[in-house]
């Protein structure tokens, strides 16, 4: 439609023209305005089907992206159902253990992107002094739960790999205090599935460099307990596997560096 009337216009510019010396300054005028009209149908054509294209290529891009990082948020999950699998499997996972397995999977070079993987422990408010107390007796004198107060109960993070660097400062953090962590946990404990956080600040962020952050749950039954009710689900809790990701490592490792895509 664009191209004829194009062409019309051109014709109409070339009848005007061979009128020009039969009515003058009026033909001249009336030149000039279709010149103007052309040229104004001209550059909306050429615009019209640059940004057609630009469209195209961007939603084809962003397609690309997504389901790049659809297929990568699978893989993370499937390392959570792994991870539940090791607790299943066993009547307790101790700290050796726990290291041993998160190593096999070489997280770096097979999942790039995740900044730990980690095992949080639910403690009833009447077991958390023996808790502590177990904990320290491993080696780690200073170990608490964090943030401090009384609550019901609490998911202090025991277990993180590697465990070194930056997640050596969620060591015996309670995610189950804080409200957006919580709002996930809940759900998977609930549905017996994975669950990912909304946005939040990991407590592995140090004061420069500081990055947004989502973690990913899974919940850890007690063996032999029933879970076919949400009731039952509660009760037979023994804690959560989960992923923690900061969000530029993540895209990087999932879609790299994009020059023509700005990803927020």
Excluded: C
């Amino acid at each position: 439609m664009a191209a004829q009337r194009l062409i019309t216009m051109l014709l109409i510019n070339k009848l005007v023209s061979r009128a020009a010396p039969y009515y003058g300054a009026l033909a001249v005028g009336l030149t000039l305005a279709v010149t103007l009209a052309l040229a104004i149908g001209a550059w909306k054509l050429t615009r019209d089907s640059a940004e057609h294209e630009a469209s195209g290529q961007f939603e084809f891009r962003t397609a690309q992206i997504s389901e790049r990082i659809a297929d990568r948020m699978v893989d993370y999950e499937q390392v959570l159902l792994g991870a539940s699998g090791l607790f299943s499997a066993s009547a307790s996972v101790e700290r050796h253990e726990w290291r041993a397995y998160v190593e096999s999977l070489r997280l770096n070079k097979n999942y790039p992107g995740i900044q730990g993987l980690g095992y949080s422990r639910r403690i009833p408010a009447a077991a958390k002094d023996a808790h502590i107390r177990s904990v320290r007796a491993e080696g780690f004198p200073r170990y608490t739960i964090r943030p401090e107060g009384e609550r019901a109960e609490y998911t202090s993070i025991v277990y993180l790999e590697p465990f070194k660097d930056r997640n050596l400062l969620a060591f015996g953090f309670d995610m189950f205090s804080e409200s957006v962590r919580r709002a996930a946990m809940e759900r998977a404990r609930d549905g017996g599935s994975t669950s990912v956080s909304g946005k939040v600040t990991l407590v592995q962020e140090a004061d420069t460099g500081v990055q947004a952050g989502v973690l990913m749950y899974y919940p850890v039954y007690r063996t032999g307990m029933d879970t076919e009710t949400i009731e039952q689900r509660r009760n037979a809790l023994d804690g959560y596997v989960y992923s923690a990701f900061r969000m530029n490592d993540l895209m990087r490792g999932i879609v790299g560096v994009i020059p023509d895509i700005h990803i927020e």
